[in-house]
Every structure is written in C-alpha cells, then in structure tokens.
C-alpha cells in the first residue's frame, strides 16, 4: 500500500505457489507439503525492474521501501 500511495508500482508473481497450482496437481502435493514456499507465496512482493530503470528510478523505489522499512543497524 505504502508503494503503491508513493506511485511504485508493485507486482506478486506467484501468489499461488507451484505445488498448489494446476498444471503441477499431477504431482500429488498438497497445501502444507512445503511451508516455506507457501509462506513466501504469500508474502514476497515483486519491485519494479527492467532493462531502461533509471538510476533516479532506482532511488525513488529504495528510498520509499526505507520510509516504510527503514534499514536496523546493528549496535
């Protein structure tokens, strides 16, 4: 949402992951046969990324991700 207010467009490129998805079904794997890629299904977020990506781009994308998340140092 935070992105998407600062223009940044965003994508999910495999909200189901591919055990669950049809054209694997074949297999026999079910939902909870592998935790960790239904867990990351359901939270990794594509960010903007092409060939032409400015560095301005590039910037703008980073900076808006740092006042959502801004980076931890360690102490």
Not at 4 to 11: D, K, L, M, N, P
Not at 27 to 34: A, T
Not at 39 to 61: D, W, Y
């Amino acid at each position: 949402k935070h992105l998407a207010e600062a223009g940044i467009s965003t994508g999910i490129h495999y909200p189901i992951p591919l055990h669950l998805q049809k054209a694997y079904e074949s297999l026999g794997y079910k939902k909870g046969d592998f935790p960790a890629s239904e867990e990351a299904a359901s939270e990794i977020l594509s960010l903007p990324l092409f060939p032409g990506i400015s560095l301005a781009e590039q910037q703008r994308v980073t900076e808006a991700i740092s006042e959502f998340a801004p980076v931890q140092t360690a102490q």
